[in-house]
């Protein structure tokens, strides 16, 4: 064989690659897998990977929407069409209807994020999805920075971070028992970076909020929070209208966008390049509740 | 500290490839700080981030900030100050984008080395200058060259607490060079460097006029790994099968994969295993249209111009190249279990490539001490962390090469049966 040809393989198709061969791993071993769509940027891309490992053929499972009731429009919008446009089929676990039902109790300060928890876990449970695939990726947050691409869930679909099976070669183990599950990350070894830049590679669209754009924000413990139905402005807070995009996208009660005067994509990977603070620190409330937040979370059954 | 130098550039990003290396070495060795200072000069650790580390030191009452927290996530290891599991990080330059898994060096570290070091292109290990090569190096090398770790890079670290003495670092190489030969080991490099200051780190030091070799993020940028992969023993293991039902597309049938060895073509002559069967690549098709070739690791779906009976588990190879129908097995195993020791009747789930079988132990031909690579021919079984040459019976043939020329196709992993658990991961040295 001539050596002289380079054989050379981009990052971004490497990481492709990876991804694509993990969700045909699990279409092929799992029974029941699903898709966990929320409409952020990271479930978007994960989506474009399962239209490419499947291609011709359409994204042979569901996706399942955990809808904590306090959505961007823009969002719900963008979900929808995305759905509609690839014949997908899509679960919605409400957390609103869990409240109304009463399997959870809506929190004192109103927040939904610990409680979408046992909606998750309900809503596999009902439809017996065995497999999840998540967006996280490693370099969000120091506990999943320590996740496997199969992290396997006991039957309350809890994470135990001392007992992970050991993943060598390319050869992930999603056995389990009946009631167990595996939460998926295909994503895993992608950074912020890889996100932006292979959306700027496939041109896939996102949810306008993404972009730079006018809005009506309150300045809260330095994060810039849109004012509208979940956030209310207290005593003594004035809002202001500034040029701002959102960094991640989770619940609107919880979400702060960022200043920010990139309206395009290639703006957006020159911001994130430059950028000295994480996403996750820059623009979600729940993270900022302990240095554990996010490990405690995930042992419950978070993704 | 002092600056970052480099940053990843948003435009030259994507012409960018990708390596991925193991660390190993305990905190003494100073291997958080030197993993801090690669991400602190990439600009990869981010104000906040550096802003918890710093607030977690001051409660501790650490002297000085303590790199180390930015890599140990969890509770439990905060607390014991102990690393538990195999740790991802990520860092780009202009030129690649990196994957270290940071293994920790005391416990479990034979477990977690072995599954970091599975994946890596190259392995980096530290010893302190003070103390020149302890046992744990020895091992470390080893375990490296054991999964065929293409590159080994030594990092002599704390050199500033030598004064920068060449005849240390002389020693020091010397003594892992010839360690080294005796293993077979892979492209050694081998740099004097201190972590703490930043010397050979992002750039070379003038603290070492003496020393004529590259920095260590220069060698990690230009090492080459384009070479590394097998490129001639075609090997597909076939994934999935792609046969949509719909109305749109009809006929279709592909086989799914990633290319773990050699470069298919359109019009090749290939065999299929088990069966033998024999037929052309139609096309190599992917989601963004049909490509001229493939090789590892890209995902594609191989089309065949004859209709046969293929699924999952299934091997794509050439008439006149094809891996071993074995079900004969001869491997090193390193076991992962604390629960039970790998025995001898033992019956386990054993995953390879994209097949699955069952197999059982046939017998232990010996346990080799990972320190002295002494054999102890009377050990009879493997406990946890410990690493043997085992025989094994399978229930279907494996399609299996030998691990040293095939990462791929010759390495598997045992499966406990009641629990489910990874316990063993293997290399095969002999399939027939």
Known sequence: MSQTKPYRVSHLDALEAESIFIMREVMAEFERPALL????????????????????????????????GHNFP????????????????????????????????????????????????????????????????????????????????????????????????????????????????PLSNWTELDVWHYIAREDIPLPSIYYAHDREVVERNGMFYAVNEFIKLRDGETSEVRRVRYR???????????????????????????????????????????????????????? | MSQAVLEPDAAAARGMDLLRFATAGSVDDGKSTLIGRLLYDTKTIFEDQLEAVETASASRGDEYTNLALLTDGLRAEREQGITIDVAYRYFATPRRKFIIADTPGHIQYTRNMVTGASTADLALILVDARKGLVEQSRRHAFLTSLLRVPHLVLCVNKMDLVDWDKAVYDRIADEFTSFAAKLDAPDLTII?????????????????????????????????????????????????????????????????????????????????????????????????????????????????????????????????????????????????????????????????????AR??????QYRLDVNTLHRDEAAGELALNEIGRVKLRTTVPLLADEYRRNRTTGGFILIDEGTNRTVGAGMIIEAR
């Not at chain 1, 769509?37 to 399962?50: E, N």
């Not at chain 1, 000295?276 to 996010?294: C, H």
């Not at chain 2, 004529?212 to 490129?231: M, P, T, W, Y």
């Open chain 2, 192 to 356: 004097p460097i201190s972590a703490l200051n930043g010397d050979n780190i992002a750039s070379r030091s003038d603290k070492s006029p003496w020393y004529e070799g590259s920095s260590l993020l220069h060698h990690l940028e230009h090492v080459h790994i384009a070479s590394d992969r097998n490129l001639v023993d075609t090997r597909f293991p076939v994934q999935y099968v792609i046969r949509p039902q719909s109305t749109t597309v009809t006929d279709y049938r592909g086989y799914a994969g990633q290319v773990a060895s050699g470069v298919l073509k359109p019009g090749d002559d290939v065999m299929v295993l088990p069966s033998g069967m024999t037929s052309k690549i139609a096309s190599i098709e992917t989601a963004d249209g049909p490509v001229d070739e493939a090789f590892p690791p890209m995902s594609v779906t191989v089309r065949l111009t004859d209709e046969i009976d293929i699924s999952r588990g299934d091997m794509i190879c050439r008439p006149n190249n094809a891996p071993a129908a074995a079900q004969d097995i001869e491997a090193m195993i390193c076991w992962m279990d604390e629960t039970a020791p790998l025995r001898v009747g033992g019956k386990y789930t054993i995953k390879h490539t994209t097949r699955t």
């Open chain 1, 74 to 185: 823009e969002v719900l919008e963008y979900r929808d069409r995305r759905v509609a446009t690839l014949g997908l089929n899509l679960v919605i676990a409400s957390v609103q209807e869990a409240i109304d039902t009463g399997l959870v109790r809506e929190l004192p300060d109103g927040t939904r994020n610990r409680i979408q928890t046992p909606v998750l876990l309900a809503a596999q449970e009902k439809y017996r999805f065995d497999a999840l695939f998540g967006g996280a990726r490693r370099d969000e947050e120091k506990a999943r920075a320590k996740e496997r691409m199969f992290s396997f869930r006991d039957e309350f679909g809890q994470w135990d971070p001392k007992n992970q099976r050991p993943e060598l070669w390319s050869l992930y183990n999603g056995r389990h028992h009946p009631g167990e599950s595996i939460r998926v990350f």
């Open chain 1, 37 to 68: 769509f929320s409409g952020g940027k990271d479930s978007i891309v994960m989506l474009r990977l399962a239209e490419k490992a499947f291609a011709p053929g359409r994204i042979p499972f569901p996706v399942m929407h955990v809808d904590t």
């Open chain 1, 248 to 303: 991640t996208v989770g619940d609107a009660s919880q979400t702060a966008a960022v200043l920010s005067e990139a309206d395009t994509v290639d703006k957006v990977i020159d911001e994130v390049a430059a950028t000295r603070i994480t996403e996750r620190g820059a623009t979600r409330g729940d993270d900022r509740v302990s240095e554990a937040a996010m490990e405690d979370r995930k042992r419950e059954g978070y993704f």
């Open chain 2, 359 to 364: 197999t059982v132990i046939r017998n232990v």
